[in-house]
C-alpha cells in the first residue's frame, strides 16, 4: 500500500513539475533585498532559497501553448541600486544542454535565458538581458512593441554555471542602466523567456502568439519596487589609442613614404540628467570602425548604403527611425522609405574637388569630427525624445603642383549636424503621433566650394499611427516629409542634374531644370494599412516622393519622381502538420508611377515559404513585370522603354542546431529582349568547438544586360533623340566574391574575430549599340545600316550614319576586370564591465585590368596575394567610471 502511495504521490509531483501554475500570474513581486549577491551563477544566497518563484511558462514554438519540457523556476528581488533575477533551469538531461559560447550579441544556437523589462510601462518600449548556458552576454533595446535593437550595450553582471539540476543564472542589472520615471512606488512590465535549443524550444512568461502581433504590450506587471533611483549619475569612458599605417604608394609622392604612426585620445560621457533622460557626449571622439566595409562592384550612377559600425551612431540608433511606428510589417515593392537621418554623412570622406594642376595630394580618409552629443529618453507624458549634435573640422589636403611648389586646398568646410526627433503615444500605444527635423550648415572658407556642395538643408517629418479597433487588429500608418536644400547657382544646378533629381531630362514635363535657382524643394509622404493579427494576412500602401526632395546631407535616399502603392495579402498555417511545421503563402499587385503619369514599374509577385518538421526550410517565388517607361537608362536624356520580364528566386536552409549548417539562394532575372541575370550564394556555418564558429560564404553572379550604359555625345542630327547621341552595348558581367569569418571566443569576455572577403569582377563590352528614338527600345548596332565601328588602342571610334553628316564619336574601351581582397582581425577584451582593450589588423589590395575576361593562365589565388597590400595596425584601450 505505502509503495501506491509513493507511486501516486510521484505521478502528482512529477505532473506538476512540467504543468507550472494553472493559472499565469496577473503580476510578479520583486523582493527588496539588503543581502550581498554574488553573481556567480550559483544561486546561494538565501533571497533565492527562501522565497518562492516564478514557475509558469508556456511554449511559444515548437508547440504553441503547451507546456515546456522542462521545469523553470525564476526569482525577482532588487535594493537600492540592483535590480537582480535569477534562474534555475532544470533539464533532465544535463549533458544535452547545448552551452555554445559566442561573442556579446552574437546568433549562436545554444541554451539561453533571458530578462525583458518595460521600466515605463508603456506597453511599447522597455529593455532585455540575457545570458546563455555558456555565459554569452546579450542585451538591446526593444521598441515598437515588437521590434529590438541589439546595438545598446549596457554596462550589467551575469553569469551562469551548468549544474545536475539543469543549468543556473544570475543577472544584476544597475537601475543607472534603464530609464524610467520616478516615482515612490513603480509598476514595470516584465517577461521571461527560456531556449531549449535541440528542441527548437522557446518556454515564456506569456508568449506572442505565431498569428498575432505585439510583445512588449503582453507583459506581466512587475510591482514591489520602491525607494529606488537611476540617479543623476555620471559615466566616463576615456580611450588612448594607437595607430600605425603601412600603405603602398606613388613613386616620388612626397607625403606618403609608406609609413605613417598616428595617436589619439579621447573621452566618451554619459550622463543621467534625470531617472529618464540620458546626456551622451563625446570629446576628441574616436569614430574609426573596427570592422572593415564589403567590396562592391556598383555599375550604376546610385550611391551605395554602407551599414553604420562605430558604436557612439550604432548604439540606441532605434530612437531616430522615422515613419515605421505602430504597424509591425512593413511591405515595399519598388520602394524604400527615405532615411531622414544617415549617420555615415557625419565624418564622411572630404567631398571637396582639388586643382586640376595638382600632381601628388594627401586627403584625409575621413572628416574629423570636433564633438558630438545627443539626448536621449522620455519626457512629460509619454514623450520619447532623441536629439543629436555634431560638429565636424574643416578639412584640407596637402598638395604639390609643377616642380615641388606645395600648398593646401580647402576639401570640406566647418560642418554642423543636427537631428531632433520626437514620438508620443496615446492610449496604451494604440495611436501614436511623432516628429523629425534635420539641419546641415555649412561655413565655407574657399567659396569655391560653394560650387560643391550645399550651404544649408534641412528636413521636416510628421509620423503617426491609429489602431482602427481595441484588439489591434487593424492599423494604418503614415508619414509626410518636407525638404528645403539650399546653395550657390552652381551647386544646386549640379544637384538638379543629378542621378536623384535629373530635372534636365529633355522629356521631362512636370518640371524643368532652372539654372538660376538657389535652392530646391520638394515633399514626401507614405499611407499604409495593416492586419496585424490572424491567419490571413492584408498589407496596402501608397507612397509618392516629389522630384526635388533631398534629406541626402544627412539622410540617405537613392529615388524620387514616384508615386508607388500595393495591394498584398496572403496566409499562414502555423499549427504543425504531416510534413510542414508552419507554411506562409503571400501575393502582391504593385505598380509606379513618375510624376508625368509614366508607369516606370509594375508586377504580380508570390512568395511561399515552408518550414519543415525537421526544421529545415525551403522559400520560392518569383515576379512578373509587364512593358513599363524607364527614365534613368540614359541618364538624364530621354525616357525609354523597359522590357517585359520575370523573376525566380529561392532560398534553402538546414537545422540550425546541427554542427553544420547551410543555407543556400538563388535569383534569376530574364526579358524578352535578352538582359539575364542570375545569382547563386552558398552560406556554410561550422562549429567544431563550443566556442568556435566558422562561416564560408562564396556567392556567383551572372550579369549579362542586353542595354549597358557606356556613354552620351552631343550630336545635331540625333533629333530623335534630342540632339543627344545615347551609346550602349551588350554586357557580360561575371563576379565571384566570398566571406570567410572565423569566431573564436574564449571566455564571455575574451574574443577574436577574423574576417577575409576576397572579389573579382569582370565586364566585358561588346555589340555596341546607340538609341533610335525616345520612348522606345529601339537601338541601332553599330557596323549595321550604314554605321560603322573600330577599334584601336583601346578606343573605339564609331560613325552612326556613314558617310552622312552625323559626328563621328570615340569612346574608351570600358571592358575591366577588379580583383578586391579585404581583411580584419579584432581582439577584444573586455577587462573589466564596460572597459575593453582592442587589437585590430586590417589589410585591403586591389587590382585593376582593362580587360574583360577572367583568365586563369596564373593561379587563381595570385590575382590577390600579387597585389600591393595596405596594413593597418591599431591598439585602442577605453576605460570605465561609473560616478554617483
Given at each position: 500500500m505505502n509503495y501506491v502511495k509513493m507511486f501516486l504521490v510521484n505521478i502528482i509531483l512529477t505532473g506538476s513539475l512540467f504543468?507550472?501554475?494553472?493559472?499565469?500570474?496577473?503580476?510578479?513581486?520583486?523582493?527588496?533585498?539588503?543581502?550581498?549577491?554574488?553573481?556567480?551563477?550559483?544561486?546561494?544566497?538565501?533571497?533565492?532559497?527562501?522565497?518562492?518563484?516564478?514557475?509558469?511558462?508556456?511554449?511559444?514554438t515548437p508547440n504553441e501553448g503547451n507546456n515546456p519540457t522542462q521545469e523553470s523556476i525564476v526569482y525577482v528581488a532588487y535594493d537600492s541600486d540592483n535590480l537582480y533575477v535569477a534562474a534555475q533551469l532544470f533539464d533532465t538531461s544535463p549533458d544535452s544542454i547545448m552551452a555554445y559560447l559566442g561573442r556579446r550579441d552574437e546568433s549562436v544556437d545554444t541554451d539561453l535565458f533571458g530578462v525583458f523589462i518595460d521600466p515605463y510601462h508603456d506597453k511599447r518600449s522597455g529593455f532585455y538581458f540575457g545570458l546563455?548556458?555558456?555565459?554569452?552576454?546579450?542585451?538591446?533595446?526593444?521598441?515598437?512593441?515588437?521590434?529590438?535593437?541589439?546595438?545598446?550595450?549596457?554596462?550589467?553582471?551575469?553569469k551562469s554555471a551548468i549544474n545536475d539540476k539543469g543549468w543556473s543564472a544570475e543577472i544584476k542589472i544597475p537601475f543607472s542602466q534603464l530609464r524610467f520615471k520616478e516615482s515612490d512606488t513603480y509598476i514595470w512590465g516584465i517577461n521571461f523567456r527560456r531556449d531549449i535549443k535541440r528542441n527548437q524550444e522557446e518556454d515564456y512568461l506569456v508568449y506572442r502568439p505565431k498569428k498575432e502581433s505585439g510583445f512588449v504590450s503582453r507583459f506581466v506587471d512587475l510591482v514591489g519596487l520602491n525607494n529606488i533611483s537611476s540617479g543623476t549619475?555620471?559615466?566616463?569612458?576615456?580611450?588612448?589609442?594607437?595607430?600605425?599605417?603601412?600603405?603602398?604608394?606613388?613613386?616620388?609622392?612626397?607625403?606618403?613614404?609608406?609609413?605613417?604612426?598616428?595617436?589619439?585620445?579621447?573621452?566618451?560621457?554619459?550622463?543621467?540628467?534625470?531617472?529618464?533622460?540620458?546626456?551622451?557626449?563625446?570629446i576628441n571622439p574616436d569614430f574609426g570602425q573596427v570592422e572593415v566595409d564589403p567590396a562592391v562592384v556598383n555599375l550604376s550612377d546610385f550611391e551605395t548604403f554602407f551599414s553604420?559600425?562605430?558604436?557612439?551612431?550604432?548604439?540606441?540608433?532605434?530612437?531616430?527611425?522615422?515613419?515605421?511606428?505602430?504597424?509591425?510589417?512593413?511591405?515595399?515593392f519598388n520602394w524604400g522609405n527615405p532615411q531622414f537621418f544617415y549617420s555615415r554623412r557625419i565624418g564622411r570622406r572630404p567631398a571637396g574637388p582639388l586643382p586640376d594642376s595638382v600632381h601628388f595630394s594627401d586627403v584625409p580618409e575621413g572628416t574629423s569630427i570636433l564633438a558630438a552629443g545627443k539626448i536621449t529618453g522620455k519626457i512629460g507624458n509619454n514623450w520619447n525624445?532623441?536629439?543629436?549634435?555634431?560638429?565636424?573640422?574643416?578639412?584640407?589636403?596637402?598638395?604639390e603642383y609643377d616642380r615641388g611648389k606645395r600648398g593646401e586646398a580647402e576639401v570640406e568646410p566647418l560642418t554642423s549636424f543636427s537631428v531632433v526627433r520626437a514620438q508620443k503615444e496615446f492610449d496604451e500605444s494604440r495611436h501614436g503621433i511623432g516628429f523629425i527635423s534635420t539641419l546641415?550648415?555649412?561655413?565655407?572658407?574657399?567659396?569655391?566650394?560653394?560650387?560643391?556642395?550645399?550651404?544649408?538643408?534641412?528636413?521636416?517629418?510628421?509620423?503617426?499611427?491609429?489602431?482602427?479597433?481595441?484588439?489591434?487588429?487593424?492599423?494604418?500608418?503614415?508619414?509626410?516629409?518636407?525638404?528645403?536644400v539650399h546653395g550657390s547657382r552652381q551647386q544646386i544646378t549640379s544637384l538638379q542634374e543629378s542621378s536623384l533629381h535629373r530635372y534636365h531630362r529633355p522629356d521631362f514635363e512636370f518640371d524643368k531644370l532652372d539654372s538660376s535657382r538657389t535652392s530646391l524643394n520638394g515633399y514626401a509622404g507614405r499611407l499604409a494599412i495593416n492586419k496585424q493579427k490572424g491567419n490571413w494576412m492584408f498589407?496596402?500602401?501608397?507612397?509618392?516622393?516629389?522630384?526635388?526632395?533631398?534629406?541626402?546631407?544627412?539622410?540617405?535616399?537613392?529615388?524620387?519622381?514616384?508615386?508607388?502603392?500595393?495591394?498584398?495579402?496572403?496566409?499562414?498555417?502555423?499549427?504543425?502538420?504531416?510534413l510542414f511545421r508552419k507554411v506562409t503563402v503571400l501575393g502582391s499587385l504593385f505598380g509606379t508611377k513618375d510624376f508625368d503619369g509614366n508607369t516606370t514599374w509594375a508586377g504580380v509577385w508570390y512568395n511561399i515559404s515552408m518550414q519543415f518538421l525537421n526544421y529545415y526550410w525551403f522559400e520560392f517565388g518569383g515576379a512578373v513585370n509587364p512593358q513599363t517607361t524607364d527614365i534613368n537608362l540614359t541618364r538624364g536624356g530621354p525616357k525609354t522603354l523597359n522590357s517585359p520580364g520575370y523573376e525566380l528566386f529561392f532560398w534553402s536552409s538546414s537545422d540550425t542546431r546541427n554542427d553544420v549548417v547551410a543555407e543556400l539562394n538563388g535569383f534569376t532575372y530574364l526579358t524578352e529582349s535578352g538582359s539575364q541575370e542570375y545569382n547563386l550564394e552558398l552560406s556554410l556555418n561550422w562549429k567544431p568547438a563550443h566556442n568556435i564558429t566558422l562561416t564560408v560564404s562564396p556567392g556567383l553572379s551572372w550579369n549579362y544586360p542586353d542595354v549597358q550604359w557606356v556613354d552620351a555625345f552631343?550630336?545635331?542630327?540625333?533629333?530623335?533623340?534630342?540632339?543627344?547621341?545615347?551609346?550602349?552595348?551588350?554586357?557580360?558581367?561575371?563576379?565571384?566574391?566570398?566571406?570567410?569569418?572565423?569566431?573564436?571566443?574564449?571566455?564571455?569576455?575574451?574574443?577574436?574575430?577574423?574576417?577575409?572577403?576576397?572579389?573579382?569582377?569582370?565586364?566585358?563590352?561588346?555589340?555596341?549599340?546607340?538609341l533610335d528614338r525616345s520612348n522606345s527600345r529601339s537601338f541601332t548596332k553599330f557596323g549595321e545600316s550604314n554605321s560603322t565601328i573600330s577599334y584601336r588602342e583601346k578606343e573605339y571610334t564609331a560613325d552612326p550614319d556613314g558617310d552622312g553628316p552625323a559626328e563621328v564619336i570615340s569612346w574608351d574601351d570600358p571592358d575591366f576586370t577588379i580583383t578586391s581582397l579585404r581583411a580584419n582581425a579584432v581582439f577584444r577584451w573586455e577587462y573589466n564591465p564596460g572597459s575593453t582593450l582592442y587589437f585590430v589588423w586590417t589589410q585591403s589590395r586591389f587590382g585593376y585590368e582593362d580587360n574583360g575576361a577572367i583568365r586563369f593562365q596564373k593561379p587563381f589565388p595570385d590575382r590577390f596575394l600579387n597585389q600591393q597590400p595596405d596594413n593597418i595596425f591599431l591598439v585602442k584601450f577605453t576605460y570605465w567610471w561609473a560616478l554617483r
Open positions: 504543468a507550472g501554475n494553472e493559472m499565469m500570474p496577473d503580476k510578479i513581486v520583486a523582493i527588496r533585498t539588503e543581502e550581498n549577491i554574488k553573481i556567480d551563477g550559483r544561486l546561494n544566497e538565501k533571497i533565492w532559497k527562501e522565497n518562492d518563484g516564478i514557475t509558469y511558462f508556456k511554449q511559444g546563455s548556458a555558456a555565459g554569452a552576454y546579450y542585451d538591446g533595446i526593444l521598441y515598437n512593441d515588437d521590434w529590438d535593437d541589439e546595438s545598446w550595450d549596457g554596462v550589467w553582471e551575469g549619475n555620471i559615466e566616463l569612458l576615456p580611450y588612448v589609442r594607437g595607430k600605425s599605417e603601412h600603405l603602398h604608394t606613388e613613386k616620388g609622392n612626397p607625403f606618403n613614404d609608406g609609413s605613417r604612426q598616428l595617436f589619439g585620445f579621447g573621452a566618451d560621457i554619459k550622463m543621467g540628467l534625470s531617472s529618464n533622460i540620458t546626456l551622451d557626449g563625446t553604420e559600425k562605430r558604436p557612439f551612431f550604432i548604439e540606441g540608433a532605434s530612437i531616430m527611425e522615422f515613419g515605421y511606428g505602430g504597424s509591425t510589417s512593413n511591405w515595399g525624445i532623441g536629439v543629436l549634435s555634431a560638429v565636424t573640422q574643416r578639412e584640407y589636403a596637402d598638395i546641415t550648415a555649412r561655413d565655407f572658407k574657399n567659396n569655391d566650394l560653394r560650387n560643391y556642395m550645399n550651404s544649408e538643408a534641412y528636413a521636416f517629418g510628421l509620423d503617426g499611427w491609429t489602431f482602427l479597433d481595441k484588439e489591434k487588429i487593424w492599423v494604418i500608418s503614415g508619414w509626410m516629409g518636407y525638404s528645403s498589407n496596402s500602401a501608397l507612397g509618392v516622393i516629389h522630384p526635388g526632395f533631398d534629406v541626402n546631407d544627412l539622410g540617405f535616399m537613392w529615388q524620387t519622381n514616384k508615386i508607388n502603392g500595393h495591394f498584398a495579402g496572403g496566409y499562414r498555417w502555423t499549427e504543425p502538420g504531416d552631343d550630336d545635331t542630327q540625333a533629333g530623335k533623340t534630342y540632339g543627344r547621341r545615347y551609346v550602349f552595348a551588350e554586357m557580360r558581367q561575371k563576379t565571384f566574391s566570398s566571406s570567410f569569418r572565423i569566431n573564436w571566443t574564449f571566455s564571455p569576455e575574451i574574443s577574436l574575430q577574423l574576417y577575409t572577403q576576397p572579389l573579382i569582377s569582370s565586364a566585358d563590352y561588346f555589340n555596341y549599340k546607340f
